[in-house]
């Protein structure tokens, strides 16, 4: 291949990996949208009308998909899309504020078939992602667009689900929708860099969500109780997320869709770091979350939570190794006792992502997902990092209340 158009892969895949690596925390378009309830205006729900419904006994997920996503569009086209698809300003825990209420509630009523559409897709093993891809023009990926916005609107209706309706095995359900569909663009034959840094920005999604969630679970011996997670289905949980390949396994895959040559191109060298790099966030993203909710199933057998790693290590299969490790490092459990308002205690996970400057935790706000800054007011070029914490508990600072120093080190 000319060199020329390694170069312009090369491009194409760093503005991939960037799209990636925000997806998580911002899934947004530039329109901003109009909000009906605040209008008075009554929610009609964008039904199947119209729209030739999936063949009957196929087996091809993409169909559906392709249906879901169109409903979406035709929601956005009336003014209703969900809180991550917008371009709202909202914190990126509870409580999400009466303007994510108001949209995400309009959004969830209006959509009731899209998630139907998506929980069907989630029975099926196979995606033929060709049949919605065009091989030139400008609409070449426009699928994947579609994608980014099933995974906004099926991951806010899980919190939605959560935070609002208290339905947790719903939300859980809904969360194993969005994991499903990134597992389909990513291991279904043909996938190129691309469609393999669209599925991890939408796994990336997946557990921000989920950690959200799992920060304020109940886990109940009860397997009829809706709003509490059976401890059954937490422990297969916990197995599904850290029953994954590692990083390089995954981008080893991908690059073999792409053209020979591309791998030992020079041009490519940074493209292809950072997106092992993003490969090596999500994953570790998702063994954190594992941990966490392992955390809580300690915490409603033993009615206390996890003193040290030995004792989070009981409700796990395994303890994931941490990327940014020595190669034998786990990743980090630690329990700060009485850190949290009325002297509760306040469980963390962690990783040493990062840890240029040690091992240190932030303590003026929480965190579940992915952060780059040390919450200090200095310049982003003068601030420390100290690897990546994630809260296995929901809470949120006071109002008005400051704290300085703005990190701790790990004890």
């Known amino acids: 291949m000319e060199l020329g158009n390694l170069r312009i892969s090369a491009r194409i895949v760093a503005s991939a990996i960037a799209a990636a690596l ?11 949208h109009a909000d009906p309830l605040a209008a008075g205006v009554a929610v009609v729900p964008i039904s199947l009308q119209g729209e030739e419904p999936a063949s009957v006994g196929s087996d091809d997920a993409a169909l559906v998909y392709g249906q879901a996503a169109r409903l979406l569009e035709r929601a956005d086209a009336a003014g209703i899309c969900s809180p991550a698809s917008s371009n709202l300003v909202y914190p990126s825990y509870p409580p999400y504020g009466d303007a994510w209420m108001k949209m995400e509630q309009a959004d969830y009523q209006a959509g009731a078939d899209v998630r139907k559409l998506v929980r069907q897709a989630s029975g099926m093993k196979h995606a033929a992602w060709a049949s919605l891809n065009p091989q030139n023009g400008g609409r070449r990926w426009q699928y994947l667009n579609g994608c ?10 899980a ?12 939300a859980f359900d809904s969360i194993g929708d969005v994991m499903h569909l990134g597992d389909l663009l990513q291991n279904e034959p043909g996938v190129v860099l691309v469609r393999f840094l669209v599925s991890e920005g939408i796994q990336a999604l997946a557990m921000s969500r989920l950690t959200v969630m799992i920060s304020n679970v109940t886990i109940s011996a ?12 937490a422990q297969a949980w916990i197995g599904r997320l850290l029953d994954h390949p590692d990083a390089q396994a995954q981008l080893d895959r991908a690059l ?21 790099e993003t490969a090596r966030r999500v994953l570790c993203e998702r063994d954190l979350t594992a941990m966490s909710l392992a955390a809580h199933v300690f915490q409603f057998k033993h009615g ?5 790693l030995d004792d989070l290590k009981t409700e796990m ?8 490790g020595d190669g034998k490092q786990t990743l980090g459990y630690v329990l700060i006792k009485g850190a949290l308002r009325g002297g509760a205690d306040r469980p963390l996970v962690y ?12 303590t003026d706000a929480p965190q579940y997902s992915y952060y780059n800054s040390d919450g200090s007011q200095v310049p982003q070029n003068m601030q420390k990092h100290g690897g990546q914490f994630r809260d296995v508990v929901r809470w949120a600072p006071v109002e008005g209340q400051t704290h300085q120093p703005t990190t701790m080190p790990v004890p």
């Open 256 to 276: 073999k869709g792409e053209p020979g040559g591309v791998a030992a191109n020079p041009v490519m060298k940074p493209s292809l770091a950072r997106a092992l």
């Open 317 to 324: 299969p395994r303890l994931p190794l941490d990327p940014w």
């Open 304 to 308: 206390r939570w996890p003193g040290s």
């Open 148 to 157: 980014r916005n099933i995974a906004n609107e099926i991951g806010d209706a």
């Open 22 to 32: 925000g997806m998580a925390a911002e899934m947004a378009t530039t329109r901003s």
């Open 351 to 362: 990783s040493r992502c990062g840890a240029n400057d040690g091992l240190f935790y932030r």
């Open 159 to 170: 919190l939605y689900q959560s935070v609002v309706l208290h339905d947790e095995q719903g």
């Open 222 to 233: 009860d397997s009829t109780e809706t709003t509490a997670v059976p401890v059954p289905m």
